[in-house]
């Protein structure tokens, strides 16, 4: 079982707006930076977001938000390239240890 | 460019060892805290250990504490991680990541080393 509690799936149609979501508690994510990582079709994991930064070179559909210990990954304007499985992860200072969420597998219909 | 480039994996038989490394280029190593993240088939991601710039400073999840020993060699850009005592539930597909400046997410992932641990 995860620390972090992510939806299963989510589904969304080219140029709709979608959110996934990233559930923990006091010790992890309402107290650090929240980290979400695309990885699609078994590929390597990369980085689409850095709590609410940009990392260079992910296109700015993608945005990053939190409030209190849910943070959530939104993509406005869906594109097909954008199905995936996505993960949260942060620090858990109770743990000593980064966490994961269990994985969205988003599907572009 | 920013590249890490990991090797050592392989097929090891239950209770042997192996010997993970990663390669870093395109960024100043000795400056940045490094993470070993696996992912065991169909299966999501998992921390497995990290490791301060200076080498001073050491973590491990407790799925692999006391089997696995994380090492860093500044001079040659490189990362380890030592595998000792390894299971079945070891196998997986082990990642090199570098932390962020600011230590607090991942930003760069290399692209793999599978390790098969079976008899």
């Known amino acids: 079982q995860s620390a972090l509690t992510q939806e299963a799936s989510v589904s969304g149609t080219v140029g709709q707006k979608v959110t996934l979501s990233c559930t923990g508690n006091?010790?992890?994510?309402?107290?650090?930076?929240v980290g979400w990582y695309q990885q699609v079709s078994h590929g390597a994991p990369k980085t689409v977001m850095l709590?609410?930064s940009l990392p260079s070179g992910v296109p700015d559909r993608f945005s990053g938000s939190k409030s209190g210990t849910t943070a959530s990954l939104t993509i406005s304007g869906l594109q097909p390239e954008d199905e995936a499985n996505y993960y949260c992860?942060?620090?858990?200072?109770?743990?000593?240890?980064?966490?994961f969420g269990g994985g969205t597998k988003l599907t572009v219909l | 460019q920013v590249q890490l480039v990991e090797s050592g994996g392989g097929l090891v038989r239950p209770g042997g060892s192996l010997r993970l490394s990663c390669t870093a280029s395109?960024?100043?190593?000795?400056?940045?805290?490094m993470t070993w993240i696996r992912q065991a088939p169909g299966k999501g991601l998992e921390w497995v250990s990290y490791?301060?710039?200076?080498?001073?400073?050491?973590l491990y999840a407790a799925s692999v504490k006391g089997r696995f020993t994380i090492s860093r060699d500044n001079a040659k850009n490189s990362l380890s991680l030592q595998m000792e005592g390894l299971r079945a539930d070891d196998t997986a597909m082990y990642y090199c990541?570098?932390?962020?400046?600011?230590?607090?997410?991942?930003?760069?992932w290399g692209q793999g080393t599978m390790v098969t641990v079976s008899s």
């Open positions: 992860s942060t620090w858990d200072y109770s743990l000593s240890a980064w966490v």
């Open positions: 006091s010790n992890n994510i309402g107290s650090y930076t």
């Open positions: 490791m301060s710039p200076s080498g001073s400073n050491k």
């Open positions: 990541v570098r932390d962020t400046s600011d230590d607090d997410a991942f930003d760069i």
């Open positions: 395109g960024f100043t190593f000795s400056d940045y805290y």
């Open positions: 709590g609410d």
